[in-house]
């Protein structure tokens, strides 16, 4: 009876083990298909920077990447955006953001943007006159500031079992379920999506996180002047 159960654990391993195979050789054949040339699609910039031609080959690196560990998504269609690009070359190929990478700095309007792609959208396509101050948020005097805590807008995930170097949905750990009174951010900037939406933003660039929850604003409320963002 046991050389019999034996030998059917031997069996099933080996279908298991035979199995896995067949899925990986799949994955790697998904991973190198050949890819046709199609004139009229539009070229995808990854956020590794790369200019790819069509969407097969940028989903062959995508997989590529996924098996080393590495999240590699549309950075922007058409062309690669940086603070170089011209506003010509964006509006020529009507090249639009889609999910680049996070790359904080800051604008001659004192206002945060979340990558190069962002920064250059904005200058081309509403204020022309909007030059890079430097790279990195914008720092201002906290002295006189508000502090604003985000620590009350977290959700408790103290129950959950989330391994070192997870990456939280920063809507899993805030989520913002009602509109809330407009803020005056440092610089003069109005956000008018409330402090909980505003958290989520700062959450999402890395400016806050689960053990680092406070920030800084003016007052809450809007500002007397300046831009209105959010």
């Excluded at 083990?17 to 054949?29: M, P, Q, T, V």
């Excluded at 201002?140 to 500031?145: E, G, K, M, V």
């Excluded at 700062?202 to 007052?219: A, D, P």
Aim: with cysteine; glycine share 6%; aromatic share 6%.
């Amino acid at each position: 009876m046991n050389s019999k159960i034996l030998v059917f654990a031997a069996i099933v391993a080996a279908l298991c083990i035979g199995s896995d195979a067949k899925g990986i050789e799949h994955k790697r054949a998904d991973c190198n298909r050949i890819c046709e040339t199609n004139a009229f699609e539009i070229p995808v910039c990854g956020t590794d920077g790369v200019l790819y031609t069509t969407m097969c080959e940028f989903e062959m690196e995508q997989c590529k990447a996924l098996a080393r560990n590495i999240s590699l998504k549309i950075a922007s269609t058409s062309i690669c955006i940086n603070v170089n690009t011209s506003c010509d070359e964006i509006s020529n190929v009507n090249a639009k953001c889609e999910h680049p990478a996070i790359d904080l700095l800051c604008g001659s309007d004192n206002i945060t943007y979340e990558n190069p792609c962002e920064f250059m959208e904005v200058k081309c396509r509403r204020n022309r006159h909007l030059d890079l101050e430097y790279t990195g948020p914008c720092n201002f005097d906290t002295s006189n500031a508000v502090v604003l805590d985000c620590k009350q807008y977290m959700n408790d995930l103290s129950n959950l079992a989330i391994e070192e170097g997870t990456v939280i949905d920063p809507q899993t750990l805030i989520h913002c379920v009602a509109h809330h009174d407009s803020l005056c951010l440092l610089g003069g900037i109005t956000y008018h999506n409330g402090a909980c939406y505003y958290c989520q933003m700062l959450l999402r660039r890395g400016q806050i996180s689960l053990t680092n929850t406070q920030t800084y604003i003016e007052h809450t409320g809007r500002c007397s002047h300046g831009h209105i963002i959010g």
